[in-house]
């Protein structure tokens, strides 16, 4: 893993959407899915999720975060230089669900663009971001937006539980607070969790359709969930330790929240108490991409951490993807999230 450090990158503000209608176990349950309420609660510590309405597409999620994020930075749509977004969930395959939240923040006719790294989304788009502040961009947009509902087969008790939808946006600045970053990408897990059908390799069709091959597919779960355990201990101790610390240094965690029980044996591994990690898949569900920036937004709003305190975010996803960041929290961004 290269290790990437800003010299004058912070974080301005974070946005944050999530949609109103708030679907519980019991109400997945009567739904179909192949999983009791109960179930779902022991085996992946959920009890609720938000999914979007039947008008809403990812693009909407997106938006609403940009604008909330925008609006904490006191910037308008004239101060924005580039917009980064990622998602896995997009409106199309065709073109980029940036251009679709680009018109409607009635952005100028700026760089906007997805990128793709599954549930790290949120830390490779602030990588972009945080590379083009550094060559003289003034304010970017790091987005991650998801709308996982529609890509879930109820009658799959590996994934049925587990998504919810929502988006997060960062206003990436020059500054002092992004420490920073590290990303890594492993193709040996392609088809640890995917969708797959609908693209070039194996292309809609009525069969793909019939044998539900455009929903989430997850091969084996126990593979990945210590995949993604090792994967986001590998990076954190990696990153931290570049910078002559250990993760005990750091004052709050902000995973990835993919299941409970994944986030609970992560912060067991690495010696983490449990006050020293942010969690709320309980009440949101794993929104993929958008989730440590989420889990991050309601940290900061929350007052989780001090002025001058030191986050860790850190994320593995589909793929392999695996990423982290480290960041220095001051006093105008606690203020703007407050």
Partial sequence: MKIYRPKNVRLAALGRYVPDRVVTNAELASLGAAMSPDEMQQLSGITERRWAAPEQATSDLAAAACRAALQRASLGTADVDRLVLATVSPDHVSPSTACAVQKALELPPIPSFDVVAACSGFLFALDVAARAVETGDRAVLACAAEVRSRFLNLRDRSTCALFGDGAAAAVVAPGHGLLGIGLLSEGSGLKSVYVPAGGSREPATAETVAKQRHFIHMQDGPAVYFQAVEGMRSVAEELVGAFGMKLADVDLVVPHQANRRLVDRLGRLCGIPQEKVMV??????????????LAL???????RVKPGGKVLLVAAGAGYTAGAALLEVDEP????CS
């Fill in 280 to 293: 709320n898949i309980e009440r949101l569900g794993n929104t993929a991409g958008a989730s440590v920036a």
């Fill in 297 to 303: 937004e309601e940290a900061l709003r929350t007052k």
């Fill in 333 to 336: 961004l606690l203020a703007a």
